[in-house]
């Protein structure tokens, strides 16, 4: 065997033992983490205070702290949470990282400094009235986030925020199910809903559950969009099987514009 084969069959051997290294470790199938935090307020003085913290103070430290795309909506005008909620959305690689970054923003002398209204507000003058945080952990058909890109006023797009609920365990991974190996987020992308994410519920006031972020150029766009989705012969297939039936007990929609300062 010459020098130049040589080489060769050891350089395959190094390529083919860090193939499995990382296969064992679970790094080529690694899915995201999210987290939704809603700000809940009593109307525009609090709204104010909370927009302000976001863009002058959390959005900046989570951005020093290597966290590229952070969205920030609020419901449309016609829902009649307009005004009174704040949807927080964060990515992580790994729950270690959403620990590491929780660390990080407690030592940022910068952000406690410029949160400072905000993070020390007396009680009797709070800028919320109560903060809920989901975390969440992608679907394995869905295992990186995705940020659309449109020329639409950010008063103009629409991202719609879809929660569904399981009546038990057992069903609520039938809905799952539906979602990954039956085929419905293939049949979204393949539509060009533009999802940012689809994922499971791992820790939250409502649980088990599933949510997913879809978003749209415009209320034109999202309905039509929708009416395409909905008539559909695959969703009419997928959703007419036995086995997905009575897998959701209850479901809800928010229709929000991103702020101004959001990253997408």
């Given at each position: ?241 036995a086995e997905y039936k009575n897998t959701v007990s209850k479901h809800v929609i928010i229709l929000m514009h991103p702020t101004d300062y959001s990253d997408f």
């Open positions: 065997m010459n020098q130049i084969t040589k080489n060769y069959t050891r350089h395959f051997i190094l390529i083919v033992l860090l193939a499995m290294v990382f296969s064992v470790s679970g790094f080529a199938a690694s899915r995201d983490f999210y987290q939704i935090q809603v700000f809940r307020l009593s109307g525009k003085v609090q709204e104010e205070k909370v927009d302000n913290f976001l863009k002058n103070a959390y959005l900046p430290a989570l951005h020093r702290a290597g966290i590229q795309k952070v969205g920030v909506f609020k419901p449309i005008e016609k829902d009649t949470a307009s005004g009174k909620r704040v949807y927080v959305w964060i990515p992580f690689h790994s729950l270690d990282h959403f620990a590491k970054i929780q660390d990080e923003l407690a030592k940022d002398q910068v952000y406690q400094a410029k949160g400072i209204d905000f993070l020390g507000a007396p009680f009797n003058n709070v800028p919320f009235l109560r903060k809920e945080s989901i975390l969440l952990k992608a679907f394995p058909d869905a295992p990186n986030y995705f940020i659309p890109s449109f020329k639409t006023a950010p008063s103009e797009r629409i991202y719609e925020l879809r929660s569904y609920e399981g009546p038990t365990d057992n069903l609520f991974r039938q809905k799952a199910k539906m979602f990954n190996e039956g085929g419905e987020i293939k049949l979204f992308n393949s539509l060009n809903f533009n999802t940012v994410f689809n994922a499971e519920v791992i820790s939250g006031s409502a649980m088990p559950n599933l949510m997913y972020l879809t978003t749209f150029a415009d209320m034109p766009s999202h309905d039509e969009h929708w009416k395409t989705f909905g008539s559909h012969p695959e969703w009419k297939k997928m959703s007419a099987l």
